[in-house]
T-cell receptor
């Protein structure tokens, strides 16, 4: 397996534009997590899914952020409209419950909003 | 809520053992201790986890005190590639949130 795959690796966008980040979890994993990392706040859990269903979105900063998981192999994190303070590295991770439940992280998407 | 306390930074000489401490004085009976590391610009990488017994794998050893209020991650022979931020996390084994604290920035010195 290629691991958790995120795209794009880098995204530069203008304030007010819509941004969509994509994630393909490891095949067979039933949990998917979205994290955001900044120097000021470190790694923050935004939302996680179990079997494609959002379980806890209490970390989503505001209504401009939304996440979906239409099937077991794909998830998106959307920001609309984007703001400069959304600039961060966004990580996706997946895990399998019932086994050794460590989470495997993707390489991240570095988002810059100008 | 990270529930863990770690020193912000540490240095270690190459080839020596790196011992990274973590305090988790409020840990519950069903919570595991997990360790991850993050090498610059990469996603966090799982290292090891344990409940109350000491654990060892190909990457590291985990020593958990008898009262479970603290633990130590040991990298037996640190290399330059072990320079990273190391995170200690406590979580319920079947709970699913990983809350990362500020971690320890380990620098391995040649």
């Amino acid at each position: 397996d290629a691991g958790v795959i995120q795209s794009p690796r880098h995204e530069v966008t203008e304030m007010g534009q819509e941004v969509t980040l994509r994630c393909k979890p490891i095949s067979g994993h039933d949990y998917l997590f979205w994290y955001r990392q900044t120097m000021m706040r470190g790694l923050e859990l935004l939302i996680y899914f179990n079997n494609n269903v959002p379980i806890d979105d209490s970390g989503m900063p505001e209504d401009r952020f939304s996440a979906k998981m239409p099937n077991a192999s794909f998830s998106t994190l959307k920001i609309q409209p984007s703001e400069p303070r959304d600039s961060a590295v966004y990580f996706c991770a997946s895990s399998f419950q019932g086994a050794i439940t460590e989470a495997f992280f993707g390489q991240g998407t570095r988002l810059t909003v100008v | 809520d990270a529930k863990t306390t770690q020193p912000p930074s540490m240095d270690c000489a190459e080839g020596r053992a790196a011992n990274l401490p973590c305090n988790h004085s409020t840990i519950s009976g069903n919570e595991y201790v997990y360790w991850y590391r993050q090498i610059h610009s990469q996603g966090p990488q799982y290292i090891i986890h344990g409940l109350k017994n000491n654990e060892t794998n190909e990457m590291a050893s985990l020593i958990i005190t008898e009262d479970r209020k603290s633990s130590t991650l040991i990298l037996p022979h640190a290399t330059l590639r072990d320079t990273a931020v190391y995170y200690c996390i406590v979580r319920v084994h079947t709970g699913n949130q990983f809350y990362f604290g500020t971690g320890t920035s380990l620098t391995v010195i040649p």
